[in-house]
């Protein structure tokens, strides 16, 4: 009953993984700059690395394997950031300067006709 208990969360976090994953390209074509890009790029990343490893290792069982996906898992947390970091940073050293916002975010100004316009 628990192995199967165990199966069923450890496939639950496999998909949630996967879904991460998804998210995340679409996220990499649909989002407009390239500081918004890095950033669901590096967050999806994060996210799909926790709930795929510990998905695996609940599949792994306690394992020699389980010890070595749960190091994996480690050296990915540690170094996706620190990657998406040096990224950012040299993109704004090259003067690529993050949007302060787009026109669209601005108020709109309210554009009824003037009166005696078309006359």
Known sequence: MIDFALDILSWILLVLGGACVLIGG???LRLPNFYTRIHAASLTD?????LI??????QAGLSLAA?????IMLFLLLTGPTATYALANAALLSGLKPDEG???DAPKANKLPKEGAGE
């Open 46 to 50: 994060t996210m799909a690395t926790i």
């Open 102 to 104: 787009s026109a669209s």
């Open 53 to 58: 490893f510990v998905g695996m290792i609940l």
């Open 67 to 71: 010890i070595k996906l749960f190091a």
């Open 26 to 28: 679409i996220g990499g």
